[in-house]
């Protein structure tokens, strides 16, 4: 059977109610995405993330955001360069040494919300965060968008670049996500997550917002945990998954 990557961004939350449901969702996952601090999570929710993942035996990962609590990180913010690498810096240092304080490992960086977005369009954004990653280890691989400006500032660094695709998100005719602001740009019925998923992992093109098709070559897909239904489709998904020969796992 082959193996695909299913990733979940985790910890996002501040305090330690409802901590069951990322909990349940590891379970899904191959691989988790923790946020640092600056758009969700804080010093227990990130703790008692990582030991969780680790008890579950899921890959960790960074998930940092410009500084912008209030806003979930969903914002647009204008930075230097250089105090973006710091704040990069910053988030990313600190989960790491959390994760090897318990003896586990920070595996990858993905940034979070309008930093992810951003980093996709605007090489000079990316590069602030990949010379933030390589100082602190050059081995961290990071995830993005494929076909854009991650990619490219990844590779021309020398970081290992994963190309990530989303499950429950449209895609407009140029590959970016489509604003949260849009309606139908978060997809909730099972139906429709199940058949992007199929297409990524087929590597069969998507259908976007305006109703044409785009390639996409992924190499792990993200969920969302903030549905309703967030497990429930997840399940669904990974019977699906199973029955085109698939395991979930790193690869």
């Keep these: 059977m082959s193996t ?79 105090e ?15 994760v090897q304080a318990y003896g586990g490992e920070l595996a990858h960086v993905k940034p979070h919300g309008a930093l992810y977005n951003d980093a996709a369009c605007d090489e000079k954004i990316a590069a602030s965060i990949y010379e933030a990653v390589t100082s602190i280890d050059h081995k961290l691989r990071i995830f993005g968008l494929p076909n854009s400006a991650h990619e490219y500032v990844s590779n021309k660094m020398g970081l290992q670049f994963v190309p990530e695709g989303f499950a429950d998100r449209r895609y407009d005719h140029g590959g970016q996500l489509v604003s949260r602001d849009i309606a139908g740009s978060v997809l909730s019925d099972p139906k429709e997550v199940i058949d992007q998923v199929l297409r990524l992992i087929r590597r069969e093109p998507i259908i976007t917002s305006s109703h044409t098709q785009i390639q996409l070559e992924v190499e792990t897909i993200c969920f969302h945990g903030d549905h309703s239904n967030s497990l429930e489709i997840l399940s669904r998904v990974i019977m699906a998954v199973s029955a085109e020969g698939y395991n979930i796992g790193v690869a």
Excluded: W
Excluded at 84 to 98: C, D, E, S, T
């Design 84 to 98: 973006m690498v710091a704040f990069v810096l910053y988030q990313v240092a600190a989960l790491k040494g959390m």
């Design 4 to 82: 695909i990557d299913f990733n979940c961004d985790l910890g996002e939350r501040l305090g330690v109610h409802n901590i069951d449901t990322d909990e349940a969702l590891l379970a899904f996952v191959s691989s988790c995405n923790i946020a640092c601090g600056f758009h969700g999570g804080d010093p227990l929710v990130i703790l008692l993330t990582i030991k969780e993942a680790m008890r579950q035996g899921v890959r960790m990962g960074a998930h940092p955001s410009y500084p912008d609590l209030q806003g979930f990180g969903r914002r647009s913010m204008q930075f230097s360069s250089q």
